[in-house]
């Protein structure tokens, strides 16, 4: 079955930093990537996703990169902010025409210090 | 909003015990989900459901059963609880077949602790 790796564990920055959590995955048919972020005491909230066929995709501060051939994506936040403080987890799926059951990385804390 | 609303937020059951979680969806959802939380191991997939009294099983069934009788209730049962199965468990739904989209929504989880 799919194996998804994330790194680091946990990360803290200074507030206006960049962020970057890097995830690889081991499926070779994976063609959906959506990233989550978990605020304490709540469950989590999918923030920005990429598919196959895109090689990067950008909302506001947030950015997700694919690399298919090296079977990794990250994550790029920048001009962070405290209120980006939670846990980020990426997922990897083969997404088909009916549903997509998603295999998580072990998720990375992000702490942004003001 | 699309809601995912469990039953309980902390649960606290002796081992041996039945213990069922509620989960329940208002948008009319065809596929929903249970995960485990664990520090550490992420989030890992129990079972999923995609449409009324079907189920699958995901990476960890073993001792848990699903049902899933009313489009937007399903249910995750512990037949009987053990200690190793502490832990966060957290409801999803995602819409469907015909709409292209993926995205999960997750409640709030509840917290069961087996003692």
């Known amino acids: 079955g799919e194996n998804v790796e994330q790194h680091p564990s946990t990360l803290s920055v200074q507030e206006g930093d960049s962020a970057v959590i890097k995830c690889t995955y081991s499926d070779s048919a994976s063609n959906y990537f959506p990233w989550y972020k978990q605020e304490l005491g709540k469950g989590p909230q999918l923030i920005i996703d990429i598919r196959s066929n895109v090689g990067e995709k950008k909302d506001q501060r947030i950015a997700v990169t694919l690399n298919k051939t090296a079977k990794h994506f990250s994550l790029h936040i920048t001009e962070t902010q405290p209120e980006d403080s939670a846990v980020y987890f990426c997922a990897a799926s083969i997404a088909n025409s009916g549903y997509s059951t998603l295999t998580f990385g072990k998720g990375t804390m992000l702490l942004v210090s003001p | 909003d699309v809601k995912v609303t469990q039953s309980s937020r902390y649960l606290v059951k002796r081992t041996g015990e039945k213990v069922f979680l509620e989960c329940v969806q208002d948008m009319d959802h065809e596929n929903m989900f249970w995960y485990r939380q664990d520090p550490g191991l992420g989030l890992r997939l129990i079972y999923f459901s995609y449409d009324v009294k079907m189920k699958e099983k995901g990476d960890i069934p073993e001792g848990y059963s699903v049902s899933r009788e009313k489009k937007e209730r399903f249910s995750l049962i512990l037949e009987s609880a053990s200690t190793n199965q502490t832990s966060m468990y957290l409801c999803?739904?995602?819409?469907?077949?015909?709409?292209?989209?993926?995205?999960?929504?997750f409640g709030p989880g509840t917290r069961l602790t087996v003692t």
């Open positions: 999803a739904s995602s819409l469907g077949r015909t709409s292209g989209s993926y995205e999960q929504y």
